[in-house]
């Protein structure tokens, strides 16, 4: 692929996903009243966490493509970077949102696990704000890009450990379905965080990573805002 190519791909998937995101997110908004009520706080938890996501990511893709539009990313490196460092502060309170959901939709308590988990996000907090991070570059550093994700890494697994190992005994499909988004957002964010500098296609695999965030909106949509008799059939003709 040419890198022109890569930069339309790129670009085209940014406003699209986007868009998605920011309508799924305001439609979760305006439904929430119709949520029913066993459903409601874990809902009002994943309208938040959406929330999260799509400001940080309006400045991530956001002022990537702006970036591109004056000139490219090497002319802009700073709105590059101030977007960059947007996403890792909003994604990481994402997961925590997502921590809190799976406490109240499996009635789970928070012991040495959990709150080591939960340790990680001023761990990573305080390594983000070391000037070495050199967050107005577009290429994050060889050594503090990888890093300071190290503690998103074992935040998310954390995170997709518990949804998977109590949805499994709950026989919950719907939990059982994110995480397996979950699982396969990390399987292809991982090469970019340790190959996408030195082979900058790798960073292709940021489309199917975020495809698998706009995957968990859709499913905590349909089988929170809906009640659970849809998810069995979206989990049923996934499963086909």
Not at 24 to 48: D, E, H, Q, Y
Request: net charge positive.
């Amino acid at each position: 692929m040419s890198e022109a190519m890569r930069v339309y791909v790129e670009v085209g998937f940014n406003i699209i996903y986007l868009i998605v995101v920011w309508a799924m997110t305001v439609l979760m908004s305006m439904k929430i009243g119709g949520v029913a009520s066993k459903n409601r706080k874990i809902a009002s938890l994943f309208r938040w966490a959406f929330v999260l996501l799509a400001f940080g990511d309006t400045g991530h893709v956001g002022f990537r493509i702006a970036a591109y539009a004056f000139g490219g990313l090497d002319q802009n490196k700073l709105l590059v970077g101030i977007g960059a460092l947007a996403t890792a502060i909003t994604v990481t309170f994402f997961y925590v949102i997502m921590l809190y959901i799976w406490k109240e939709r499996f009635s789970g308590k928070f012991g040495t696990s959990e709150y080591f988990l939960l340790a990680s996000v001023p761990v990573r907090m305080i390594v983000m704000a070391f000037p070495q991070n050199d967050w107005g570059n577009s290429v994050p550093p060889a050594f503090w890009g990888p890093f300071r994700n190290l503690f998103l890494i074992i935040l998310g697994i954390g995170v997709l450990y518990l949804y998977l190992r109590d949805s499994i005994k709950a026989g919950d499909r719907l939990f059982r379905w994110m995480a397996y988004c979950v699982f396969f957002s990390y399987l292809f964010y991982t090469p970019v965080i340790l190959f996408a500098r030195d082979f900058p296609l790798v960073g292709m695999l940021m489309i199917p990573k975020t495809i698998m965030y706009v995957a968990i909106q859709i499913l905590a949509y349909k089988g929170l805002w809906f009640g659970e008799g849809k998810v069995v059939s979206v989990a049923s003709s996934a499963h086909s």
